[in-house]
């Protein structure tokens, strides 16, 4: 006969309440690792997803995940001019926060270089990819917006023609793809007023030197748009990202064009190595510190939990030891129980956690390794934290239960 | 266990003394106790609330070690000697039944799991145990009470089923605790009349703590205890109870 089970299924409404409580801790402790294994994952899906070889940025920057970089659109045929590349494309990102219907959007704006990308290869859950190459975007699932929503951004208004799963950056924002023209419309947007002033600052300027007063055409362009104005560079992209022809080996692409001394090229793996050991790295250390201690504590509260129930069942097991128990007995009692209620612990994080994560604001990845692992860890805990009451519980005379 | 006299007595207790504590608290609750229960044997012991009836039996149970002296069962010293006990919890389980004043039973086992489970410790499969079990139970009367919890049972269902439990494995040796206290003479005379059967068909000898004398006849013999002191006097219709 089972004893464990006998006393569990004879205390079982306070069992189930024990088990619960120890689950939600564990609920928590699993939901740590949850939550840096998305920081991970939501972290490079992006640009896992951009299928990108080569990423060309500013000199000495990190871009364009990890920090600001800026690079001239020219840059675009000098790469793909480099023996092996297949093709370069202009790449724009940039966050941005705006109040949409009462609420608050954070959304990292990606520029699709139209028309070689429509965003055919995101994976789209709803809708289309890009039919034309202004004024339409695809949202992603999280930003709440659905298939025809128009929302104004810079002076235009754009319709959310598809929508996307799980492209969201490290810091949680859902992406918004544009054409790269729109990306940089919805950039350097400025009022009128802003524009006004600009090119009339720009024509006294020109009143002011030679080259102004000789060519009265060139006086007249500079208080017009700035792509008229041979003088001034086109808008700056984020960076340029490159396809390596098929046999073609990245890292020669990457050691031809970081001999050019205005950029930095850097490998896909590079690039996701930056962002997971940079942005990434902090929190999640931060991560597995608090879910160290939270072990810890859970670790002492199942201690204590079962040196009560222990301690409660003293007597019980005296008089065990008095009709004769053997030691084997007496421990496969405490720690049978230990691993029920550990194991049942476990089982009522996973469920908990299958309901309560998919309502929290970040992404929670259970992965089945850490799962597992986890596992492990709760089954070590029991075993070890039923070591105290098995220490007291050997310790109890039998003669004890006559001294009452 | 083998080199053990088959006619040995069932328990030979020879100058017993226990002392709790010591200088100033210390009490002797046993000062040179000897006797000797022979198998087939049922003694009383009586004696006024504090002479240490209880502290006697636990040490002839073997779960409170005297202080010295010497104690064989069924023949073979137990407390000391080349054939002292190393494993008296095993010896517990095959020789010993135990029934005490105060509850003992286990509360998350239910009456008949209560019995079941001293005989299935001793190596019984469970359905044997639990038809023996149910036999016992049936015999004393609670078979009907067979699967309550201790809690769910009178004062007297409870005693009932713990001298079930003390006498599943039948035991060489029987301590009883008052175990008829909380039962109506009608059933405490049955108990003693349980006690009698196991004394004569096992040839256990058994010991029982009592304070009613109306059941003094029952007893082949009747140890008296007053302040540690164990006396036998000549005729057992003349012992004293104190209450
Ligand atoms: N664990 C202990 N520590 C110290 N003193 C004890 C202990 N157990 C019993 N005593 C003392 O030993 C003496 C004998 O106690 P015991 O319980 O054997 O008496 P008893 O004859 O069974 O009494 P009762 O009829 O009331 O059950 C008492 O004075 C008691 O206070
Ligand atoms: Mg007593």
New interface residues.
């Given amino acids: 006969?089972n004893?464990a089970i006998?006393?569990v299924?004879?205390?079982a409404g306070r069992f189930a309440l024990t088990a619960f409580g120890l689950g939600v801790l564990l609920m928590v402790v699993m939901g740590m690792g949850g939550i840096y294994r998305g920081l991970l994952n939501e972290g490079t899906l992006l640009i896992d997803r951009i299928g990108v070889d080569v990423w060309v940025v500013q000199r000495h920057t990190r871009g364009p995940f990890a920090e600001l970089s800026r690079v001239p659109r020219s840059l675009v045929e000098r790469v793909a001019a480099v023996p092996g590349v297949a093709s370069a494309c202009e790449f724009v990102t940039h966050t941005i926060q705006r109040d949409h219907q009462g609420r608050r959007l954070r959304m990292a704006v990606v520029g699709l270089s139209w028309p070689t990308d429509k965003g055919e290869r995101l994976p789209l859950v709803a809708g289309r990819p890009l039919a034309q190459n202004h004024y339409e975007m695809i949202v992603d699932r999280k930003l709440g917006l659905s298939l025809g929503a128009s929302l104004p951004l810079g002076k235009d208004t754009y319709t959310v023609v598809g929508v996307t799963r799980g492209m969201t950056t490290w810091g949680g924002d859902g992406a918004v793809f544009v054409t790269v023209n729109d990306a940089q419309a919805i950039q350097f947007d400025q009022p009128a007023e802003a524009v006004r002033l600009e090119r009339a600052a720009r024509r006294s300027r020109a009143e002011r030197q030679d080259l102004g007063r000789a060519q009265p055409q060139l006086l007249e362009r500079s208080a017009g748009p700035a792509v008229n104005f041979p003088a001034l560079g086109t808008p700056n992209v984020s960076a340029v990202s490159a396809r390596v022809a098929p046999g073609a080996a990245a890292d020669a692409v990457c050691a031809t064009i970081s001999a050019w001394g205005d950029v930095t090229a850097m490998t896909h793996a590079r690039q996701q190595d930056l962002i997971l050991s940079g942005p990434i790295e902090r929190s999640g250390r931060q991560l597995g510190l608090f879910r160290t201690l939270l072990t810890a504590v859970s670790a002492i509260v199942m201690a204590l939990i079962l040196y009560t129930l222990t301690l409660e069942k003293l007597h019980?097991i005296a008089?065990?030891?008095?009709?004769?128990?053997?030691n084997r007995?007496i421990l496969g009692l405490i720690m049978q129980q230990a691993i029920v209620l550990g194991m049942l612990g476990f089982g009522v994080a996973y469920v908990l956690g299958q309901f309560a994560f998919p309502n929290f604001p970040r992404r929670i990845l259970l992965v089945p390794m850490d799962l597992l692992k986890l596992a492990g860890i709760v089954l070590a805990i029991s075993i070890l934290a039923s070591g105290l009451g098995i220490w007291r519980a050997l310790r109890v005379?039998?003669?004890e239960?006559?001294s009452? | 266990m083998s080199s053990a006299p088959k006619d040995a007595p069932a328990v030979q207790a020879h100058d017993l003394t226990k002392i709790y504590g010591s200088g100033n608290t210390e009490v002797v609750a046993l000062r040179e106790a000897t006797l000797t229960i022979h198998r087939g044997e049922v003694a009383a012991l009586l004696g006024p609330s504090g002479a240490g009836k209880t502290t006697l039996l636990t040490v002839i149970g073997l779960v409170n070690p005297p202080t010295a002296g010497r104690l064989s069962i069924a023949g073979q010293p137990v407390l000391d000697g080349p054939d002292a006990l190393t494993n008296l919890r095993t010896f517990r389980r095959q020789r010993l039944g135990f029934v005490f004043q105060q509850s003992n039973l286990i509360p998350f086992l239910t009456a008949c799991e209560n019995v079941q489970v001293a005989m299935e410790l001793d190596g019984w499969p469970r359905r044997a145990a639990r038809r023996r079990a149910m036999d016992q139970l049936e015999y004393l009367e609670v078979a009907d009470r067979a699967d309550f919890y201790p809690t769910s049972l009178s004062g007297g269902q409870q005693q009932r089923v713990a001298v079930a439990r003390a006498l599943a494995n039948e035991p060489t040796v029987v301590l009883a605790d008052e175990p008829t206290a909380a039962l109506d003479s009608r059933r405490g005379r049955q108990v003693m009349g349980l006690f009698r059967k196991v004394a004569h068909d096992n040839g256990a000898g058994v010991l029982v703590v009592t304070h009613d004398h109306r059941a003094l006849d029952v007893f082949d013999k009747t140890y008296e205890m007053e302040d540690g002191v164990v006396r036998l006097p000549a005729d057992p219709t003349t012992a004293t109870v104190a209450r």
Avoid: F, T
């Fill in positions: 006969m004893l006998r006393d299924r004879h205390h019980d008089m065990l030891k008095l009709i004769g128990a053997p007995v005379s039998p003669g239960v006559l009452r």
